[in-house]
Structures are given as C-alpha cells and as structure tokens.
C-alpha cells in the first residue's frame, strides 16, 4: 500500500465521479481505476459501489475514508516537523548563561529568535561558567555565555559584547562623579563568589589590581542582583558591568570607575562539532543581531 493510493482514494471519495478525479489528479481514467482496485484487492474489501452513473462508498469505504485521512493528516504533519527541524525552526534549544549575559544581550538576542523560530522550545539555566562548560561538553547544554577564557579544542566561541565595570555605591554617595577603589577601603566589597581567577570575579580582581588596592573585608554572593540589594542596605559596594546601570534600585547609584579595567568581553560557547540546527538557527540571529542588541543596553 503506498501513501499515493491513499491519496487517490480520498480524491475518488470526495469527487464521487472517476472521470473528474483522474482530471483533478492529472491522471488518465483508466490508471486511477487500476490504482483504486489494486488498494480494493489489497485491502480485501470493497470500497466503492459502481455503476454507469454513480460511485458511491461501501460502509467500509466509508471507515476507510475516515482512517485515511487522520493518516495523510498524520503524514503531513510528520512531514512539516521534520523539516522545521531540519531548518532550525523546530526542536529544543538549551541554553545556559551568567547573570550578566541575562542583563545585557541575551534577552535582545531571544526576542528575534523567538520571532524567527517560535516552533523551537528554548531551556533556559544560570549556572557558573565551570559548571557552563561541563554542561556543553557533555551535550547538556547547546550553547552558554560567560566570561572568561576558553582553551578546549572542542569549543568555539563569539564575543557576542564588551562592556565596562561600573562601582555600585550606595545613594550618598552620588555627588562623587567618579570613584577610586582606594577611595572606598573601609567598605564591604561584594563579589561574585567564588573569587576565582575565572570568569566575572577576574575582572573585578583586575579593577582592583590596577586601582592598587586589595579589598579588606569581602562578602560573597551568588548573584550581582543580590549584591545590589545590599549596597542598597548600606552594607558595602559592587563592580558590576556597565548595563547593570538600566537597573534601578532604591538607594543605589552607579558610577565610574577612576582607573577603568579592560572592557569585559561576553562569550557565547558552544560544542564545535555540534550538529543541533534550533543551535545554528541561533547562532545565525547571534551573528546578525548582537551588535545591535548591545548598542541598545
């Protein structure tokens, strides 16, 4: 039985009439015939009733008729998925990530994906750039974004944005229009934990380096968000990259720093070898999309 005959049927049983079927399918009389009696033979029933002037359905034509369609239906469908898969349009995307890249490009980035692929089933998780890695190496993750340099031969990368260091200080302290890390000894520095010389914490090392001071008293936190909440509690400050300045929270201003590290470069990582097309859909719109997106910020 093929998937043809099938659709021969379907035309015969919704004209009713041979001639105009075979017109309909550009197929001469006598070809259809042999198809439908052929499906009839191989089916062992009869599924039309014949005579000089009309053709009407068997009862079991008409279950058949019935089945048919929910099959071609089924077909068309598993055809359409199938090749939206095979487009990027259809599928899982995983995608992990750092607090900074949900602040700043990711978010502009998922917009016009979303638009261009809303077949796709994105999976969303923050996890630490360590954790980031081994995520994607093990097929876990499609694609991360951190900070931070990447050595496995397995893994390509873009830098998807730059972006500066801004200090997070509390609200009296807005008439400073700059500020010196030296400046700012006596206060609780909130870092990233763990303070590792990887990703985001190397940055806010080096800011402190080139300011040439060490941070005295240091409270870790998992999230920059928090940190923020607790400069606003008067508890200390936060370096924390320039986009976070589109946050607003009560008693938080944010301002430059006097001796600016390198800018912060955002990497987007994944698998070199993989053959995910929802991922090479995305990668696409990241190429097309990420400066714009980040001259947005």
Same mark, same amino acid.
């Given at each position: /039985? ?6 021969? *049927? ?10 105009? !079927? ?21 089916? +062992? ?15 079991? #034509? ?33 995608? $992990? *990530? ?18 261009? !692929? ?14 980031? /890695?081994?995520?994607?190496?093990? +097929?876990?993750?499609?694609? #991360?974004?951190?900070?931070? !340099? ?7 990368? %873009? ?15 807005? $008439?400073?229009?700059? &500020? ?19 990703? *985001? ?34 508890? #200390? ?9 589109? &946050?607003?929270?009560? +008693? ?13 470069? %955002?990497? !987007? ?22 400066? $714009? ?5």
């Amino acid at each position: /039985m093929e998937l043809r005959q099938l659709r021969y *049927f379907v035309v015969v049983a919704e004209e009713m009439h041979f001639r105009h !079927a075979a017109e309909r399918l550009h197929l001469a009389q006598p070809s259809l015939t042999v198809q439908i009696q052929n499906l009839e033979e191989e089916l +062992g029933v009869r599924l039309f009733e014949r005579s000089n002037r009309r053709v009407h359905l068997t009862a079991a #034509g008409e279950r058949f008729l019935k089945e048919t369609k929910q099959v071609l239906l089924d077909v068309n469908k598993a055809v359409q998925a199938t090749r939206q898969v095979a487009e990027g349009v259809a599928g899982t995307l995983s995608i $992990s *990530f750092i607090s900074t890249a949900l602040v700043g490009v990711l978010p502009c980035v998922l917009r016009s994906f979303i638009r261009q !692929a809303p077949g796709v089933d994105i999976e969303l998780e923050e996890l630490d750039p360590e954790e980031q /890695m081994r995520y994607i190496l093990r +097929g876990r993750a499609d694609i #991360g974004f951190i900070h931070g !340099a990447v050595t496995d031969a397995q893994l390509t990368t %873009l830098v998807v944005e730059r972006d500066q260091l801004m200090v997070a200080v509390p609200a009296r302290l807005a $008439s400073r229009k700059t &500020i010196h890390l030296a400046s700012l000894s006596e206060y609780t520095t909130i870092l990233p934990a763990p303070f590792s010389s990887y990703g *985001f914490s190397e940055h806010v090392r080096q800011a402190y380096e080139l300011a040439g001071v060490s941070p005295q008293k240091i409270l870790q936190v998992k999230l920059l968000l928090v940190g923020l909440y607790l400069v606003s509690s008067g508890i #200390g400050i936060c370096l924390v990259p320039k986009a976070f300045r589109n &946050i607003p929270v009560r +008693g938080v201003v944010y301002r430059p720093l006097a001796i600016e590290p390198p800018p912060m470069e %955002l990497l !987007a990582v994944w698998r070199r070898d993989s053959e995910s097309k929802p991922l090479q859909r995305f990668l696409q719109v990241l190429r097309e999309e990420h400066t $714009s997106c980040s001259e947005k910020q």
